[in-house]
């Protein structure tokens, strides 16, 4: 490997001995030396550009003419020498950039040890670009084909639940008709085109059904319930209040005292009960009123619905069902670090909220002012899930996403300029963002929203300063840009505009939630997309 080395030619040497090749270009006690070292001397691809260096410090000619007053012509002999030195100085330095350029090159770049030019490395390149795209072309086309296989095979699982493939064997074994004309006609079943299925989601929001209520609900962060501290919060148009009991548990009470209906929010946390700020009535966690100041104790209780704390949040029950006997895990994959735990109330109706999350091809149209600025449009924007399932991930952006039931949206975001790189995928990418969106209905025009975010990079971020509030500001910036259009969707939609009027490819994620909503509210016995 050729050595190159630069250095000031002092009255004292700085370099060792070397058994290198070193060739002086400059005469006198100061100048710049170029050394090259390498087993068969130095290479004769650089002579073509070393001579250009080779010229005498003019220094030595410099006429002494000190003290004297100058007349025109020494004015300019001067001037003429000072020019010849300004121009040997500028070619040592461009000599002494050349060769530490050259080194670094050879050093960080193994091509550069074949000397090739920068025309040549860009022809190279470019080339390989050319083959990289015509690589994910294929790509493309090869997720394109697995989508339509995936889309017939969806097609065939319905056929099967509806019993129409048992149905037609049936019909068919009663006939004459052969093997061959029964395949055919099967073939023929399957290749004809799928009806369009049709959303209406018109009119004003109904009453929530029961059934919707019979789940655990993600209503608050742990870290925002303190020991002496309660968090009012209204879910499915009812006033609720959590607090922490003596034992530190969470419990979560009717925010209506039962002697004159004041909202015991508003009074304060002692001995863990909730004291109201009319009488003094006080409320355990399981809803008994177990202080009544200047009267003789009654037995009063108000409703508690089933409170449980897990991995950082509070949870409850508000349907009248049992409560299931586990919860469901948000904690973001591992290597992930919590940086930021945000709650916001929005006045729209849950389901727009949700129907908003599940969709990221909107990104390039809304979110040019935050974090999609910049982003290409795609020519086709696709969402490929399994056949029967609520998650999968986004083409061409790197973002895998899921919902998950009954109204929580998990996304992991690859974290390299999503939208501009076709065909890199989540996997690909070496830095993350996880994000843990909950969509509370806390009545039918206002959502209480849970916002978790997770990086798997930059740990010392979560250890600065008022940090939290800059994600709080970014975080509302990019729903502000949402609720605009949501707000201009739920008032057209109370005014009987269908909001899912024309359903598209990429729009598959939202429709399988309306799917499952709409079998929750009617009662089906198995929900659909179930694992």
Same mark, same amino acid.
């Given at each position: ?126 080339? @390989?670009?050319? +083959?990289? #795209?015509? %690589? ?5 086309? /090869?997720? !394109?084909?697995? $989508?339509? &296989? *995936? ?12 019993? @129409?493939?048992? +149905?037609? #064997?049936? %019909? ?5 008709? /052969?093997? !061959?004309?029964? $395949?055919? &006609? *099967? ?345």
């Amino acid at each position: 490997m050729t050595a190159i080395t630069t250095a000031l030619s002092f009255p004292f040497s700085l370099c060792r001995s070397t058994k290198s090749y070193t060739r002086k270009y400059v005469k006198g006690s100061f100048g710049v030396f170029a050394v090259y070292g390498e087993e068969g001397g130095m290479p004769d691809k650089k002579s073509s550009w070393l001579t250009l260096f080779n010229v005498e410090d003019p220094r030595s000619k410099v006429p002494q003419i000190k003290g004297k007053f100058l007349d025109a012509n020494q004015a300019l002999e001067v001037a003429r020498y000072d020019l010849q030195y300004c121009d040997w100085r500028a070619r040592q330095d461009v000599l002494t950039i050349m060769l530490l350029h050259e080194k670094v090159v050879e050093v960080l770049n193994p091509l550069a040890r074949e000397y090739k030019s920068i025309g040549t490395m860009k022809k190279e390149l470019a080339e @390989l670009q050319g +083959e990289l #795209s015509q %690589a994910h072309n294929q790509v493309h086309i /090869s997720e !394109a084909r697995v $989508s339509a &296989a *995936l889309d017939k095979l969806a097609y065939m699982e319905e056929l099967v639940n509806d019993r @129409l493939l048992q +149905e037609r #064997s049936t %019909a068919e074994s009663d006939c004459s008709s /052969s093997s !061959a004309s029964t $395949s055919t &006609a *099967l073939l023929d079943t399957v290749k004809s085109k799928q009806p369009r299925r049709t959303l209406s989601v018109s009119g004003p929001v109904q009453d929530y059904s029961s059934r919707l209520k019979n789940f655990w609900y993600p209503v608050a962060f742990s870290a925002d319930l303190k020991d002496d501290t309660m968090l009012p919060i209204d879910c499915f148009e009812q006033p609720w209040v959590i607090f922490r009991g003596n034992d530190g548990k969470p419990g979560c009470v009717q925010n209506t005292c039962a002697h004159r209906a004041c909202p015991l929010d508003l009074g304060s946390v002692k001995e863990g009960r909730i004291q109201c700020p009319y009488h003094g009535w006080e409320y355990s966690t399981d809803g008994k009123c177990e202080k009544m100041p200047s009267t003789r104790l009654l037995n009063v209780k108000i409703k508690a619905l089933p409170c449980f704390e897990q991995e950082g949040m509070i949870w409850i029950w508000p349907g009248n069902d049992p409560p299931a006997a586990t919860l469901p895990s948000l904690l973001p994959p591992s290597g992930f670090q919590i940086h930021a735990e945000i709650v916001m109330e929005l006045p729209v109706e849950h389901g727009l909220l949700l129907d908003n999350l599940l969709d990221l091809a909107h990104a390039p149209f809304t979110h040019t002012s935050t974090f999609a600025k910049g982003w290409s449009v795609p020519r086709l924007v696709k969402f490929l899930t399994p056949a029967s399932g609520l998650q999968g991930y986004w083409d061409p952006y790197p973002i895998d996403m899921e919902f998950r039931p009954p109204c929580m949206v998990l996304s992991t975001i690859g974290i390299s300029k999503p939208g501009k790189l076709e065909g890199q995928s989540t996997k690909q990418c070496c830095t993350h963002l996880h994000q843990l969106h909950v969509c509370l209905p806390a009545s039918r025009h206002k959502t209480r929203l849970l916002y978790r975010m997770s990086l798997d990079f930059a740990p010392l971020l979560k250890h600065i300063p008022f940090m939290q509030y800059v994600w709080r500001h970014f975080a509302e910036q990019v729903l502000n840009e949402d609720l605009r259009l949501v707000l201009g969707q739920q008032d057209r939609m109370l005014n009987g505009a269908n909001i899912w009027n024309l359903p598209v490819s990429y729009d598959k994620l939202g429709v399988r939630y309306r799917i499952w909503r709409d079998a929750v509210d009617s009662g089906a016995k198995h929900l659909p997309f179930s694992k």
